[in-house]
């Protein structure tokens, strides 16, 4: 008997620092960084008020005060310069640019786990700086998000009516589904584990994955959107596209791009010709 109590106790041990070990794989790496030296263009680095008093480190490039402006907002444990690739095409097309670190990322300040929420409401904080500071006398504001930058865009869209187009690259429709299948991948089940974590974030984090979805908010935004995708993308698959298409419904153009990941859709011919065309008609 004492034999089966003793596996038993090994078991839960193992259950629980495995629990421990996934609980804290949601805490994303922080890249610090400098400002790129010989660059095409004027950076003005500038700190932005977010929630919870809490400032975002950005990169502003005036171009017209007349003109609209573009705000990038990059993916899970990224930070400003994984946009670089895109200021340096958007930075001659008549745009004013932004591009941020989100809270816990790069050089903006630290502010717990990371989530899709918080992701959406710094791109938020950067539309009120920039209207509050007199930076820009338009009021149309453009999204490009990576991964779930391209998530938050969505849900940053549908709360928030200065948003009037959007591309995302690598966007999720859930997080949770997501979230189930990367599990998976390292062969980890879903009960009791995942669903464990599930509840830890419902209950510590106060955040419900299902009532955050950008699949559930996308329908209420008033944006049009260019959703992106790789057809092999195996980080966020392409039916996670595929179910943000379906709820969008006519307020979205759903480009899948045979042979591309969910890092790479840029190298696609004819995408920078498609998404300036995007933001220009």
């Not at 919870?52 to 990224?78: E, M």
């Not at 310069?81 to 050089?107: E, I, P, V, W």
């Amino acid at each position: 008997m004492w034999f089966i109590y003793f596996l038993l106790a090994v078991l839960i041990l193992g259950l629980t620092v495995l629990f421990f070990l996934m609980v804290k794989s949601f805490h994303n790496p922080v890249v610090r960084h400098e400002t790129p030296k010989n660059l095409p263009f004027k950076i003005q680095e500038v700190w932005i008020p977010t929630k919870k008093n809490k400032k975002l480190y950005a990169w502003w490039i005036l171009v017209d005060t007349s003109a609209p402006t573009i705000i990038f907002v990059h993916g899970w444990g990224r930070n400003t310069q994984r946009m670089m690739t895109y200021l340096k095409k958007f930075c001659c097309k008549g745009f004013n640019l932004l591009a941020f670190d989100a809270r816990s990322h790069g050089n903006s300040d630290a502010d717990g786990y990371t989530n899709l929420v918080k992701f959406a409401e710094d791109t938020i904080s950067t539309m009120d700086y920039l209207k509050k500071q007199s930076k820009t006398e338009n009021n149309d504001f453009y999204l490009v998000g990576l991964s779930i930058g391209g998530a938050a865009s969505i849900y940053a869209a549908a709360h928030d009516p200065r948003v009037k187009k959007v591309i995302t690259v690598g966007a999720f429709a859930h997080p949770a589904v997501v979230m189930r299948k990367q599990f998976a991948d390292h062969h980890i089940p879903y009960f009791p584990l995942v669903w464990l974590l599930f509840k830890y974030i419902k209950i510590f984090q106060h955040l419900d994955l299902n009532a955050i979805a950008p699949e559930k908010h996308i329908v209420n935004a008033g944006a049009r959107f260019l959703l992106i995708h790789g057809e092999q993308d195996q980080t966020v698959p392409v039916t996670q596209a595929l179910r943000l298409k379906k709820a969008a419904g006519d307020n979205a153009e759903l480009w899948t791009i045979p042979g591309r990941g969910h890092s790479d859709c840029h190298l696609e011919k004819g995408f920078w010709e498609k998404v300036f065309d995007f933001f220009e008609n």
